[in-house]
């Protein structure tokens, strides 16, 4: 699903884990891997990396495009995502 979503200050992302899916606070929704866990953003809330333990990847997402631009692969039961440190990635 593509959602186009205006990227703000106060931007909140989490995971619906029972929904295999990412949302934001205004409850727009990207689907995403089995058991969706923990998740991290870039300073801009732009980039979105998502652990899913059921497919042992880690998903990201382009906030600002609603699109889904990755699966990586990241082995067994991912538990965590650092915080995100980028300074290439679109304001």
Avoid: C, R
């Avoid at 969706?36 to 979105?48: A, C, D, E, F, Q």
């Avoid at 880690?58 to 300074?87: C, H, L, R, W, Y």
Wanted: hydrophobic share 40%.
């Amino acid at each position: 699903m593509k959602v186009t979503m205006p990227m703000e200050k106060e931007a909140v992302f989490f995971t619906l884990q029972g929904d295999d899916q990412v949302a934001s606070l205004n409850m727009e929704k990207w689907d995403a891997g089995p058991k969706m866990t923990y998740l991290s953003t870039n300073n801009h809330g732009s980039l979105i990396l998502a652990t899913s333990s059921g497919s042992d990847a880690v998903f990201a997402f382009d906030a600002s495009q609603g699109s889904q631009i990755s699966e990586i692969q990241v082995g067994s039961t991912p538990k965590e995502v650092n915080s995100i440190q980028m300074t290439k990635w679109p304001l």
